[in-house]
């Protein structure tokens, strides 16, 4: 149950590990997961992500030998929901973002992605990302559910 109260229409940016949870159907978090993916499917969220985060699923779709399709599909199809291409001004605000608080690259990425994208939350599961003060709300999982 999402006990974060998130605005109707609002719209989130996606970490990585947040499609890797309901991909693997994770123990721990593929409920909370799940009730936020069908929330974007019923049109009560906006969501994004970025193309880096598109790239690490598939990473371990390969790795796994999985069939892609599935992956690639459930991707594309999701209603309410699109996946960010890196462009220049991305790259710049990310840049300033690693500069200043050491994030990894694809994290660095995300966040601007979500700058960029009038994300009003970036869901991830890492704490340390809520060290970014910033243009955008930091939660993770356990703030949401």
């Known amino acids: 149950m999402i006990k974060y109260k998130l605005r109707k229409g609002a719209k989130i940016c996606l970490d990585t590990m947040i499609f890797i949870y309901f991909f693997e159907e994770d123990e721990n978090y593929f409920d909370c997961v799940y009730e936020i993916f069908k929330m974007i499917e019923e ?7 970025s193309v880096v985060s598109f790239l690490e699923i598939m990473v371990g779709v390969y790795k796994s030998g999985e069939d892609e399709s599935k992956y ?5 199809t999701l209603p309410n929901f699109e996946i960010i291409d890196l462009n220049q ?9 690693r500069a200043k608080y050491k994030f990894k690259v694809p994290d660095s990425i995300l966040l601007a992605t979500s700058i960029t994208s ?4 970036f869901l991830t599961n890492d704490e340390e990302l809520k ?11 356990s703030d949401l559910c």
């Open 43 to 49: 049109g009560k969220l906006k969501a994004c992500t």
């Open 118 to 121: 009038n994300c009003d939350v």
């Open 72 to 76: 690639i599909k459930a991707l594309q």
């Open 131 to 141: 060290k970014f003060k910033g243009e955008v709300k930091v939660l993770t999982l």
């Open 89 to 97: 001004e991305i790259s710049i605000i990310s840049a300033k973002i």
